[in-house]
C-alpha cells in the first residue's frame, strides 16, 4: 500500500523467509533446447524512467513491449494478469514494469539471495513472507526490479567486479528499510535546498551511522522527505573530508506501508484464476484451429519440450486441446545436447513417463568436448554449439517425422517478451530454416508471471532447477547464461563447473588471457560488448588474446554435388570469420533471415538458399551445378569485401538507392538494396584482392 502519508512499516520480519510457497505449486524460469528457431530481422528498445536504483543503461536490447504492466489488488494485496481481482470482485491498480516487462515470481532461491543482501547491507529484512515479483531490467548480468504490495522496492542485481549479489532501494522502499533498521542511514539537517542528484557537505549532515564505507548505497532522511544515495567517504572520515561526503541520488515526500494482509500462492491463483482460464483457452484453441485444419487434421502433432518452464505449459496445453481427438499422436521431442543439467534430463524423461507422453528424445552423434578443442569455447556472438549439439539432432527428428507426414507439426514454446529476437514471432508460421516444418507458438503473447500462474493453476511438476535460481535450464555453460547462474553451477554441481573452468583456464593461458577474464565470465564473447570492454578497464583486465586473429580465407570443404533436398551443394569453411561483419552485407544476396540461438544466417534467392554458421561453415545449394557455382562465388566474394573492408566509402557514393553506410570501419548494406551489383564493381578491396 502507497501513501501520502508517513506511518510505521505494518509488518516486518529479520531472518530468513521461506519461500513465497503453498501447494498450488513452486516457483519459477526459462526454456532451452527448442525445435525451431527464433528469427529476427530488426528490433528496438525503450526503457521506462529509471524507478531510483543504480544500474547500468549501456545494455542488452529488449523489444518494446505494448503490454508492458499488470494490476495489483490493495484489498487482497495479490498480483493480478487483468484489472479485476477474482476474489473481491474489485479493480486493481495497474503497476507499470521497465521492459521487457517480463515479470515473475520471486523463486526461492532468489527469496533467500535478496534476504542476504537485505541483511548484509541494512540489517534488516522487512519483507518476511510477502509475494514477491522479480521484473528482469537491462543491465551488465543478472538486474531485477523487486516489487511487493504494489510498489518498486528497489533493485536486486549481480555485481559483475564483486561477483555478488547488491541491492539498492527505491525511494519507497527507503522509506520502508528506515522504519526497520538504522544501520547505514544519514540524518540530513532540514533545510529548503532542492537534494536530488546533489553532493552534500558534511556541515548539512545531521548523524551519519558509523557502519557506512565509501561508494556504500545508504539511506537518507531530512525531515518529512527520505530517500536513498551513496557515500562519498568513510562515515569515520565524514567530520574531517575535505570534499562532499554525501550524493543523494533521490528523496521525495512519498511515504509507503507494507499491506497488513499477507496472502499465499493460493490466494494469488485464486485471484487471477478466470484469466489464466481464459489464457489457457485462448491457447488450446489456437493450437486446434491450426492442427485440425484440413490438410494437418490427421497428422501427429509435436510438442518441442525441453524441460522448461515454457515448453511445460505449451505440451499440457497441447494434450488439453487434443485430448477428444483419442487417434491423434502426440510426441515430445527432447534434444539432449550432451550438456543438459542433469536435472532437465532427469525432469524432462520422468514428466513424459508420469503423463504417458511419448518422448523422441535425440541425441548429438558429434560430442560437444569433441569439437571444443578445435573452435574453443562458444560464445553469444559464436553459438557453433548451437550447430552441432542441437541443429543436427532436431533435423534428424524433423526428418524422421517428414518420412511419414507431409508436414511436420510442431508446437513450441516461445515467447516475445523473453528477449529481442523473439520480439517478432507469428502465431505460426513455416521454419525458413526446415522446409516442411510448421511451427504453432500459442503462448507467444504471456508472460512470465502468466506462466507461472498456470503452471500453479494446473499443479504441474516442473523442473526444480527454477527453484534454484536459475533462468536458463538448459545446457549448463551455455554463453547466454548469466554470470550469477554460473556461479550457481560451481554450488550445484562442482564437478560439471570444475571440467569447463579447467578447460577455460587453459584456453586463456594459450591465447595469453588472464584468470580473470575467465572468472568474471568475459569469454562469453568472441567480441567483447561496450559494457564488458568497460569493465576490464574499470578491473584492469586485458581483454587482448597474444594469439593473432586468424587471417579471413575460404576453403571448400565439399565440392559441387547432389542434395537430399533437391539441386546441388557446395560447403566451404571460412578463417577468421565475423557473423557481425557478414550480416552487415549479405542483404546483397537476398532476404536475409538469423537465427541467434542457431548461429545461422539464411539468405534466400529465388531459386538457391545460402546458410552460414556461426562456426564460419558455408552451405550453398541452388537448382543446378553452374548456379550453385556462381552463387559460391559471389557469397565468397561479399564475405571478402565485409571482412577485409577499410571503410573507404567509395561504395556509398556507388549505390544508387542510398542503402550503403560505413560503421566502425565497415561496410553496412541495408534491406532497400536492390542488388544491382554497383557496390561490388566499385570495391577496392574486391578490385586489388590478389595484391592485398
Not at 521484473?135 to 564483486?162: S, Y
Not at 573530508?241 to 500462492?265: E, Y
Not at 487434443?322 to 545436447?337: G, M
Not at 564460419?616 to 565485409?642: C, H, M, P, W, Y
Request: with cysteine; glycine share 6%; aromatic share 8%.
Amino acid at each position: 500500500m502507497v501513501s501520502m502519508k508517513k506511518g510505521k512499516s505494518s509488518s516486518s520480519s529479520s531472518g530468513k523467509s521461506s519461500r513465497q510457497s503453498s501447494s498450488a505449486g513452486k516457483s519459477h524460469m526459462r526454456s532451452a533446447g527448442s525445435l525451431s528457431s527464433g528469427y529476427r530481422k530488426s528490433s528496438s528498445h525503450s526503457q521506462k524512467q529509471d524507478r531510483g536504483a543504480s544500474h547500468s543503461k549501456n545494455v542488452q536490447k529488449y523489444a518494446s513491449n505494448e503490454k508492458d504492466y499488470i494490476f495489483w489488488c490493495q484489498k487482497c494485496n495479490a498480483p493480478l494478469i487483468e484489472k479485476e481481482c477474482s476474489i473481491c470482485g474489485g479493480d486493481g491498480t495497474k503497476i507499470d514494469l521497465s521492459q521487457p516487462a517480463d515479470v515473475r515470481f520471486c523463486s526461492t532461491h532468489e527469496r533467500e539471495v535478496l534476504h542476504d543482501a537485505l541483511i548484509a547491507e541494512f540489517r534488516a529484512d522487512p519483507l518476511g513472507d510477502r509475494i514477491i515479483l522479480l521484473n528482469k531490467i537491462p543491465g551488465d548480468d543478472k538486474t531485477d526490479e523487486v516489487i511487493v504490495d504494489a510498489f518498486v522496492f528497489g533493485i536486486l542485481r549481480f555485481d559483475m567486479q564483486k561477483l555478488d549479489y547488491v541491492f539498492e532501494p527505491s525511494v519507497l522502499g527507503a522509506h520502508i528499510l528506515l522504519e526497520s533498521t538504522e544501520k547505514k542511514t544519514v540524518i540530513l539537517k532540514k533545510n529548503s535546498r532542492h537534494l536530488n542528484g546533489k553532493k552534500v557537505s558534511y556541515d548539512m549532515v545531521e548523524s551519519m551511522s558509523d557502519d557506512i564505507r565509501v561508494n556504500d548505497i545508504v539511506l537518507i532522511k531530512s525531515g518529512n522527505l527520505t530517500g536513498f544515495g551513496v557515500a562519498l567517504c568513510d562515515a569515520k572520515k565524514a567530520p574531517t573530508f575535505a570534499g562532499p561526503v554525501l550524493r543523494v541520488r533521490k528523496v521525495d515526500s512519498q511515504h509507503a506501508s507494507l499491506n497488513q494482509k499477507v496472502p499465499t500462492m493460493d490466494d494469488v491463483v485464486a485471484a487471477n484464476v478466470p484469466h489464466i482460464r481464459n489464457l489457457g483457452r485462448n491457447a488450446m484453441n489456437t493450437i486446434k484451429g491450426i492442427a485440425n485444419q484440413k490438410e494437418y487434421k490427421d497428422l501427429p502433432v509435436n510438442v518441442s519440450f525441453s524441460g522448461g518452464k515454457d515448453s511445460l505449459v505449451v505440451l499440457d496445453l497441447t494434450v488439453s486441446a487434443l485430448k477428444n481427438q483419442v487417434d491423434r499422436e502426440i510426441h515430445a521431442f527432447f534434444l539432449n545436447t550432451g550438456i543438459e543439467f542433469p536435472e532437465t534430463v532427469e525432469f524432462a524423461r520422468n514428466f513424459c513417463k508420469d503423463s504417458n507422453i511419448e518422448l523422441i528424445e535425440k541425441k548429438a552423434s558429434s560430442d560437444f568436448w569433441d569439437n571444443v578443442e578445435a573452435f574453443g569455447p562458444p560464445a553469444k556472438d559464436f553459438r557453433w554449439c548451437c550447430k552441432i549439439c542441437k541443429l543436427a539432432p532436431a533435423n534428424e527428428a524433423i526428418e524422421e517425422c517428414l518420412a511419414k507426414a507431409p508436414t511436420c507439426i510442431t508446437v513450441d514454446g516461445k515467447r516475445r517478451y523473453e528477449s529481442f529476437s523473439r520480439a517478432r514471432i507469428s502465431t505460426s508460421e513455416n521454419n525458413p530454416f526446415v522446409p516442411g516444418q510448421l511451427n504453432i507458438f500459442p503462448i507467444k503473447d504471456w508472460k512470465a508471471i502468466e506462466v507461472w500462474l498456470y503452471i500453479y493453476w494446473r499443479k504441474l511438476d516442473y523442473n526444480p532447477l527454477y527453484d534454484l535460481g536459475f533462468e536458463r535450464v538448459g545446457c549448463y555453460l551455455c554463453p547466454a547464461a548469466l554470470s550469477a547462474e554460473y556461479q550457481r553451477l560451481k554450488d550445484l554441481h562442482p564437478e560439471l563447473h570444475e571440467k569447463w573452468e579447467g578447460f577455460l583456464m587453459q584456453w586463456a593461458k594459450k591465447n595469453g588471457l588472464s584468470d580473470p577474464f575467465i572468472e568474471h565470465g568475459l569469454w562469453r564473447w568472441k567480441e567483447l560488448p561496450p559494457k564488458m570492454v568497460k569493465l576490464c578497464e574499470e578491473m584492469g583486465i586485458s581483454a587482448c588474446a597474444t594469439t593473432a586473429e586468424s587471417e579471413f580465407s575460404i576453403s571448400i570443404t565439399s565440392g559441387i554435388s547432389p542434395c537430399k533436398a533437391g539441386g546441388y551443394t557446395i560447403e566451404a569453411s571460412i578463417r577468421g570469420f565475423s557473423m557481425k561483419k557478414t550480416q552487415d552485407v549479405m542483404n546483397i544476396m537476398g532476404e536475409n533471415v538469423f537465427s541467434e540461438e542457431l548461429g545461422l544466417l539464411m539468405v534466400r534467392g529465388k531459386t538457391s538458399t545460402i546458410k552460414i554458421f556461426s562456426s564460419g561453415n558455408v552451405v550453398v545449394n541452388s537448382d543446378d551445378k553452374s548456379s550453385a557455382d556462381s552463387i559460391f562465388a559471389e557469397t565468397s566474394r561479399q564475405l571478402l569485401k565485409a571482412h577485409r573492408c577499410t571503410g573507404c566509402g567509395i561504395c556509398i557514393k556507388a549505390c544508387p538507392m542510398n542503402a550503403i553506410s560505413i560503421e566502425n570501419r565497415h561496410v553496412c548494406i541495408n534491406e532497400s538494396c536492390t542488388h544491382c551489383g554497383k557496390c561490388t564493381d566499385s570495391c577496392v578491396v574486391l578490385r586489388y584482392k590478389n595484391k592485398l
